[in-house]
């Protein structure tokens, strides 16, 4: 009798701790369900109505079915805003960003001393500032009147935000995120053998080769984690916006700026709805594509 209730309070005892443990889980499932279950809910919903900011579809949104996704699917204007984002993307993000990133990560890599600590300085503080101030910033750079830039270059009146805008854009996200790719391939570097590098160099292989054949190699699994990151964040960045606003004449109005424009400027709040959604589609096409190649590298294993 005696080890019969021993065991019943072996048994017992997990189911105990679990429930405890529930305790743990429950508020993070909650602050997940509120700010992230329910607002993307939400937003399909709103993308199947006519819901608008103001007027009588503002009081009472009828239900529209796929007619939002149609005419997103349909309108040039989306198709436009949609190429300069893919633009954008791989300007800023996979060939300024990672490209940037790694070369400084490199040039440093075996540097002491106040160099290094000054230049990782600075890019980190273009990194760290509030988006508001560097935008801020650019534009006081960029100016047409009375610009930086075109001080330094003697090109008085030269509109750069104006007739450049996308490259503008480009080269801001470039300088404003490559401290993130600088960090991760500079913890990168580190665990590639400085033998294997002097054996290369022995050898007789150039820069170039040690990177393909030794580098490479070694932190491939970083190169793609750091792709799939700096890709969704540059795919939903909203900075461009404090720039140009999405012109002149749309010609910067990458995806998130034109989901603001006719969502909040425009009223249509169950179209911009719709077009989230399918923004949110791309996203997680792109990284299910960055994971498929991390597990065919067997750089990630199924559990």
């Not at 008085?156 to 996308?166: E, I, S």
């Not at 854009?169 to 960090?183: D, L, P």
Request: hydrophobic share 55%; aromatic share 10%.
């Amino acid at each position: 009798m005696a080890r019969l209730r021993h065991d019943r309070a072996e048994v017992s005892a997990p189911m105990v701790s679990g429930k405890h443990s529930l305790g743990f889980v429950v508020p993070a499932l909650v602050l997940i369900g509120v700010f992230l279950v329910f607002p993307a809910l939400w937003t399909v919903y709103l993308g199947l109505t006519d819901y608008r900011l103001t007027g009588l579809a503002a009081a009472d949104p009828q239900v529209v079915g796929a007619a939002n996704y149609a005419e997103a699917l349909g309108d040039e204007r989306f198709r436009t805003s949609l190429w300069l984002t893919v633009q954008f993307v791989l300007g800023s993000a996979v060939l300024g960003q990672a490209v940037l990133g790694f070369a400084i990560a490199w040039v440093l890599r075996d540097r002491r001393g106040p160099l290094k600590s000054v230049t990782e300085g600075l890019v980190l503080l273009a990194w760290i500032l509030p988006s508001s101030v560097v935008a801020f910033l650019w534009i006081a750079l960029l100016d047409r009147d009375g610009g930086t830039l075109n001080a330094i270059l003697r090109t008085p009146g030269f509109a750069w935000l104006l007739d450049h805008p996308m490259m503008s854009i480009i080269v801001f996200n470039v300088w404003r995120g490559t401290a993130f790719s600088m960090m991760l391939y500079g913890a990168a570097l580190e665990n590639v053998p400085p033998s294997h590098l002097e054996t290369a160099r022995l050898a007789g292989a150039s820069t170039l080769q040690q990177l393909r054949d030794v580098v490479f190699p070694h932190i491939k699994g970083h190169v793609l984690t750091n792709l799939l990151l700096i890709t969704l964040w540059t795919f939903n960045d909203f900075t461009a916006f404090q720039l140009t606003a999405g012109g002149p004449e749309g010609r910067s109005e990458i995806l998130p700026v034109y989901i603001y424009n006719v969502a909040m400027s425009g009223g249509r709040l169950g179209f911009g709805a719709a077009v989230s959604f399918l923004v949110l589609v791309v996203n997680l096409v792109l990284a299910f594509a960055y994971l498929r190649l991390l597990r065919s590298r067997g750089e990630v294993r199924p559990s």
